[in-house]
C-alpha cells in the first residue's frame, strides 16, 4: 500500500515557477514508476510526465514538455515536478501518481493516487 500526498501549488502569475512535491509513504518508493497527470474544470484527465524507477527517465506530454520536470528523491520518498513558464492554461488540480509497474500516459492504470493540488496560472 501506498499513500501519496502533494504539496506545493498555488496562484502564480504567467511566465513564473512553482514546485509540486508528492511525499510518498511505503518502505518500496524507490520502485514505483511515479506520474503526475492534471485536471482543469469541464476537460478530461491529462498526462504530465512520468519518472520511471528502474533507470530514472522521464517522458513527459506534450504540452508541457521543455517546461516542466520531474525528479524524484528516493531517500526523501518524494518526487516533484518542477514547473516553469507556466501558463494560464496549466490552470488545474495537479495528482501524482505510483504503480510499481510502467503505466505511461495511461491514468486509469494506476494504482495509487493522491488527493491533488490546485494551480492556478493568473495575473
Known amino acids: 500500500q501506498v499513500q501519496l500526498v502533494e504539496s506545493g501549488g498555488g496562484l502564480v502569475q504567467p511566465g513564473g515557477s512553482l514546485r509540486l512535491s508528492c511525499a510518498a509513504s511505503g518502505r518500496t518508493f524507490?520502485?514505483?514508476?511515479?506520474?503526475?497527470?492534471?485536471?482543469?474544470?469541464?476537460?478530461?484527465?491529462?498526462?504530465?510526465?512520468?519518472?520511471?524507477?528502474?533507470?530514472?527517465?522521464?517522458?513527459?506530454?506534450?504540452?508541457?514538455?521543455?517546461?516542466?520536470?520531474?525528479?524524484?528523491?528516493?531517500?526523501?520518498?518524494?518526487?516533484?515536478?518542477?514547473?516553469?513558464?507556466?501558463?494560464?492554461?496549466?490552470?488545474?488540480?495537479?495528482?501524482c501518481t505510483a504503480d510499481p509497474n510502467y503505466r505511461g500516459s495511461s491514468w486509469n492504470e494506476y494504482d495509487?493516487?493522491?488527493?491533488g493540488t490546485q494551480v492556478t496560472v493568473s495575473s
Open 112 to 115: 495509487y493516487w493522491g488527493q
Open 30 to 95: 524507490s520502485r514505483y514508476n511515479m506520474g503526475w497527470f492534471r485536471q482543469a474544470p469541464g476537460k478530461e484527465r491529462e498526462f504530465v510526465g512520468v519518472i520511471s524507477w528502474s533507470d530514472g527517465r522521464t517522458y513527459y506530454g506534450d504540452s508541457v514538455k521543455g517546461r516542466f520536470t520531474i525528479s524524484r528523491d528516493n531517500a526523501k520518498n518524494t518526487v516533484y515536478l518542477q514547473m516553469n513558464s507556466l501558463k494560464p492554461e496549466d490552470t488545474a488540480v495537479y495528482y
